[in-house]
């Protein structure tokens, strides 16, 4: 199994389990003399199978991603850096906005605020850190494509 099948499926088994978690709130309580509308015990069971598979393809996953090297980094350190500047972005992009606000005066005589920072100046580290991001996630899902799941 490729890394990136492993990743779909670790993907539907969380879907998955959220599924079952619903079901299971649904089954859990009825009313007196009634049949609960799928047998809780049952979805426990599928429960526990779901998340013992998840395990497993988690540890997997995990595992492949530290013995994987995609040029002078490991997958691990390329999702790191990646979700770090997805952060840092983030932040960025808010101080984008906060910046570009005019703020209203009522009269000439009343305090004006002013930037500090251009917003220009940081949507060009915005859109940097956009394209940087897209290449750094370019080359995970090549890798993910072409290595095997260590087990």
Known sequence: MKLA???????????KTEELRRRLTNAILTQEGEEP???????????????????KLV??????NC?????????????AR???EI??????????ETAGQSTYRARGTEI?????IKPAVLQQQVDRMAKEIRRLDNLLQETNWKTELLL
């Open 59 to 64: 540890a997997a996953i995990n595992k492949t």
């Open 82 to 84: 990646k979700d770090a």
């Open 87 to 96: 952060v840092r972005m983030s932040i960025l992009r808010d101080l984008v």
């Open 5 to 15: 099948e492993a990743l779909q499926e670790r993907a539907d088994l969380n879907r």
């Open 37 to 55: 509308t799928e047998d809780p015990k049952e979805l426990i069971r599928e429960l526990d199978e779901a998340v013992l598979r998840l395990q």
């Open 112 to 116: 004006r605020i002013l930037p500090t």
């Open 67 to 79: 013995m994987t090297r995609a040029g002078e980094e490991t997958l691990t350190e390329i999702i």
